[in-house]
Nanobody, 116 residues
Framework: VQLVESGGGLVQPGGSLRLSCAAPGFTFSSYDMSWYRQAPGKERELVAGITSVGGSTKYADSVKGRFTISRDNFKRTVYLQMNSLKPEDTAVYYC??????????WGKGTLVTVSS
């Protein structure tokens, strides 16, 4: 199983980025998908998640109202739209796929840097 993140980069404070995570090799629609991030010197934290059934979403308090997670099961891709970015959003962002806490897969991450 391979998860491939893309869309990271350097953006100014207040700017936007959209991250994508492609998952071509498995039954994507069955998996809960999430985005995590890890800033330098900090632990990895959950940013946003979306369920396999119903597409229910959850967000870290720090990103509510600014970030939106979505999924396209036909394209086997999950997205993270990030608006009003702040310097404290700087981190490596990881895609996660989870199936009933039995199958759990991670991407290699994509770096997001928010700086002027």
């Amino acid at each position: 199983v391979q998860l491939v993140e893309s869309g990271g980069g350097l953006v100014q404070p207040g700017g936007s980025l959209r991250l994508s995570c492609a998952a071509p090799g498995f039954t994507f629609s069955s998996y809960d998908m999430s985005w995590y991030r890890q800033a330098p010197g900090k632990e990895r934290e959950l940013v946003a998640g979306i369920t396999s059934v119903g597409g229910s979403t959850k967000y870290a308090d720090s990103v509510k109202g600014r970030f939106t997670i979505s999924r396209d099961n036909f394209k086997r891709t999950v997205y993270l739209q990030m608006n009003s970015l702040k310097p404290e959003d700087t981190a490596v962002y990881y895609c996660n796929a989870n199936l009933y806490n039995v199958m759990d897969y991670w991407g290699k991450g994509t770096l997001v840097t928010v700086s002027s």
